[in-house]
């Protein structure tokens, strides 16, 4: 059973770029949170899609935005990217938007230049 | 808005003994529950121990377990038998079940095991 998968593994933008982000949920889950991790920081969470709408945001500007596909997959897109952009940028996927375990992907690794 | 604080920025510890990681949080809600995720090298965030705030007696995972003490809000994790594998960064979270299930995570604390 494969769990949380993202790609790509790593990433290099230059500022003013776009940039999309990829997410296969755990089988089975319906759910995918996309969260920022800065160097040395805990993650921020951005936002949560479930049945392909966004459920909930977290204070990022509306240069961040998301899809999530009927088959549960989501897509992390940031615009004009920005210096501060530069994080890890993990998925974790759930069944439901209860008390269900959060499944975190390995990331994905972007650096703006 | 709930806040997760983990003061400790990095711990040290001997192979077998015991480490106490510190965290605490705010939040005036009665019902949620609370985490520590490992963080290896490898980034992937792992879910070590979860507690329910409205279960008195605190989790335990094995070489893993909490002291939970909802009235001082403190949710230290202690980790029995330290193994070199522990090495990590751990994350202490918080999560209100009627919002949709985000999480919210302390800074982390960088605990190295040393042989």
């Known amino acids: 059973d494969a769990g949380v998968t993202q790609s790509p593994t790593h990433l290099i933008k230059t500022r003013g770029q776009q940039v999309t982000l990829r997410c296969s949920p755990k089988s089975g889950h319906d759910t995918v949170s996309w969260y920022q991790q800065a160097l040395g920081q805990g993650p921020q969470f951005i936002f949560q899609?479930?049945?392909?709408?966004?459920?909930q945001r977290g204070n990022f500007p509306d240069r961040f935005s998301g899809h999530q596909f009927p088959n549960y997959s989501s897509e992390l897109n940031v615009n004009a990217l920005l210096l501060g952009d530069s994080a890890l940028y993990l998925c974790?996927?759930?069944?439901?938007?209860?008390?269900?375990?959060?499944?975190f992907g390995p990331g994905t690794r972007l650096t703006v230049l | 808005a709930q806040t997760v604080t983990q003061s400790q920025p990095e711990m040290s510890v001997q192979e077998a003994e015991t480490v106490t990681l510190s965290c605490t949080y705010d939040t005036s809600e009665s019902n949620y529950y609370l985490f520590w995720y490992k963080q290896p090298p490898s980034r992937q965030m792992i879910l070590v121990i979860r507690q329910e705030a409205y279960k008195q007696q605190n989790a335990t995972e094995n070489r893993f377990s909490v002291n939970f003490q909802k009235a001082a809000k403190s949710f230290s994790l202690k980790i029995s038998d330290s193994q070199l594998g522990d090495t990590a960064m751990y994350f202490c979270a918080f999560m209100n079940p009627s919002a949709n299930s985000k999480l919210t995570f302390g800074k982390g604390i960088t605990l190295s095991v040393r042989p």
């Open positions: 899609y479930y049945e392909e709408e966004e459920r």
């Open positions: 974790a996927s759930s069944l439901g938007t209860g008390d269900n375990e959060q499944f």
